[in-house]
T-cell receptor
């Protein structure tokens, strides 16, 4: 199994809703990432988990809350989002080889906040 | 500090003509370099990677890239563009950290 899966593919939510994005990989990768991507822009790093511990939080608003229940799963809990949070949310995991890291990306969740 | 520069925000070619997407990097570390492709509303797919082995790297869909240390470059090429190559392309640098650095992206437009 060499893929990262994400659910749902599409999500529409109101500003008062609570929802969660899910990401899963079974490649044994020990680093997992959440990115936010706007159209025609590179992905922006949000969070990184290394060995199931949050190691990077790029000053993301508290309405985004990450969770890593185990080494294969990564969640992103959403609450009270704003319309400007509408974007493609990408999950990735990385394989370490000889001190270098190769990322594998999921297909993304297209989020629309109304 | 490390950085990646994709020199063109847009590249426009005709179907059947060569493709050149340019990427330069800056770092004091030995780099790993990657090219990813992203079709509309899709995730990023790895095209090819350089990790200090062969300097000429072949990837999927006929793409290849050459690592030139003296020029700090890792340009992506393809001999003959296909309509399905139209997408966004990202050059990514990893210098021994698990936090990669992305270039700004290059939109490849292919005309019939």
């Amino acid at each position: 199994d060499t893929e990262v899966t994400q659910t749902p593919k599409h999500l529409v939510m109101g500003m008062t809703n609570k929802k969660s994005l899910k990401c899963e990989q079974h490649m044994g990768h020990r680093a997992m990432y959440w990115y936010k991507q706007k159209a025609k822009k590179p992905p922006e790093l949000m969070f990184v988990y290394s060995y199931e511990k949050l190691s990077i939080n790029e000053s993301v608003p508290s309405r985004f809350s990450p969770e890593c229940p185990n080494s294969s799963l990564l969640n992103l809990h959403l609450h009270a989002l704003q319309p400007e949070d509408s974007a493609l949310y990408l999950c990735a995991s990385s394989l370490e080889r000889g001190g270098q890291y190769e990322q594998y990306f999921g297909p993304g969740t297209r989020l629309t906040v109304t | 500090a490390q950085s990646v520069t994709q020199l063109d925000s847009h590249v426009s070619v005709s179907e059947g003509t060569p493709v050149l997407l340019r990427c330069n990097y800056s770092s004091s570390y030995s780099p790993s370099l990657f090219w990813y492709v992203q079709h509309p509303n899709k995730g990023l797919q790895l095209l090819l990677k350089y990790t200090s082995a062969a300097t000429l790297v072949k990837g999927i869909n006929g793409f290849e890239a050459e690592f030139k240390k003296s020029e700090t470059s890792f340009h992506l090429t393809k001999p003959s563009a296909h309509m399905s190559d139209a997408a966004e392309y990202f050059c990514v640098f990893s210098g021994g950290s698990y936090i990669p650095t992305f270039g700004r992206g290059t939109s490849l437009i292919v005309h019939p």
